[in-house]
């Protein structure tokens, strides 16, 4: 059985993780009808210090891109996108690295630094900090738990601002992530998935990022830009009724 490792989100509300990354490997497994478990992770444990990892066939492997490679090649359920040709695959390629490094980035900007997001961040990752700390270090929590998210919070920052993100001003990084935005839209038309009928391991990583931005609590003009095009919207809700039905958080 595979083992997703994961941040994963308060219990009782509408999305299955805090992380993008994490809702497409799981979008993914569950639109190869790939049965797996889930726990909740500790990212110092992982390869890459970072969530999800996955235990596959007894190996620990990190990253989404990854983990999905590993299984389309040894896991004859997989989805694994030969129904693209060639130029499509080449698009869904192009399309995925806009998801995940400027849509995720101008997300990762608005949660971790703008103080009015961060108020509803922080809950969210103590909720984390209460189920992922063990041992000694959890009836310290309730004093540690609060200074380690500042210190996280600077870390973030830092990254943010390495990565180059957090260089522009609000209004750009508005300015980027609608762009990439509207390019989904417009890729997207009136198909019910980005390469027609049927879905590719590309609409799970956007689906990751588009349900991050719509439905994780931060609000701002990018939420608003998404919320206001329904064929997005449509899309996203398409993807959560077929792979996140009623029952399952998501
Ligand atoms: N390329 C990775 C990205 C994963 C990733 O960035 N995960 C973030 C959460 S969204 C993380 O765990 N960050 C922890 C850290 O940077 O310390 C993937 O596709 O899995």
Request: aromatic share 10%; with cysteine.
């Amino acid at each position: 059985m595979i083992i997703v490792y994961k941040y994963g989100y308060p219990a009782g509300t509408d999305t299955p993780d805090i992380s993008p990354f994490v809702i497409k490997l799981e979008t993914w497994l569950r639109m190869s009808g790939i049965p797996y478990e889930t726990r909740t992770g500790t990212r110092r444990e992982m390869p890459k210090a970072k969530l999800p990892s996955a235990r596959v066939d007894g190996r620990l492997i990190a990253d989404s891109s990854f983990i999905i490679a590993y299984l389309q090649k040894h896991d004859p359920r997989a989805l694994d996108d030969t129904h693209l040709d060639p130029v499509q695959q080449a698009q869904a390629e192009a399309i995925q690295c806009m998801a995940e490094s400027q849509l995720y980035f101008a997300g990762f900007y608005f949660r971790w630094c703008v103080d009015t997001n961060f108020v509803r961040y922080r809950p969210l990752l103590l909720d984390y900090a209460k189920r992922s700390v063990a041992g000694w270090q959890r009836p310290l929590l309730p004093v540690l738990g609060p200074l380690a998210i500042s210190l996280i919070r600077r870390q973030k920052m830092r990254q943010v601002w390495a990565q180059g993100m957090a260089r522009h001003s609000a209004d750009e990084v508005v300015t980027i992530g609608r762009s990439a935005l509207q390019a989904l839209t417009t890729l997207l038309g009136e198909q019910a998935y980005l390469f027609g009928a049927t879905p590719s391991t590309v609409d799970a990583s956007v689906y990751g990022q588009l349900h991050a931005l719509v439905k994780h609590p931060f609000p701002g003009p990018l939420q608003d830009f998404a919320l206001a095009r329904p064929e997005l919207l449509a899309y996203h809700d398409r993807i959560k009724q077929r792979y996140w039905p009623a029952a399952a958080p998501g």
